[in-house]
């Protein structure tokens, strides 16, 4: 079994900062891509950042320059920095990571449960 658990969002005001992180655990072989989506109200769940292994990041133009993902492959963990938030940001974020099992040795995507950033004054 491979889980997903995000942490870190909250209330915060236009302007502030906040910084998500994304643990992964379970019977976990090779973490490949490691990603933040994010779902607004009433809207698609879009991708914001993305992470490989080896480092290459890939960003939303939204959020390019504001908004930075990193990873600690030993801790299996990704996180998103967010600064300059602005109020269309509110939304549900999820992470994303593509995940090869140890066993039943096999390769699947996995979601996180989604953790709430609101941004209001």
């Known amino acids: 079994q491979v889980q997903l658990v995000e942490s870190g969002g909250g209330l915060v005001q236009p302007g502030g900062s906040l910084t998500l992180s994304c643990a992964a655990s379970?019977?976990?072989?090779?973490?490949?891509?490691m990603g933040w989506y994010r779902q607004a109200p009433g809207k698609q769940r879009e991708m914001v950042a993305t992470?490989?292994?080896?480092?290459?990041?890939n960003y939303a133009d939204s959020v390019e320059g504001r908004f930075t993902i990193s990873r600690d492959n030993a801790k299996k963990t990704v996180y998103l920095r967010v600064n300059a938030l602005k109020p269309e940001g509110t939304a549900i974020y999820y992470c994303k990571s593509n995940i090869s099992r140890t066993w039943p040795r096999a390769t699947g995507t996995y979601w996180g449960q989604g953790t709430q950033i609101t941004i209001s004054s």
């Open positions: 992470a490989t292994s080896g480092g290459s990041t």
């Open positions: 379970g019977s976990i072989f090779n973490i490949n891509v």
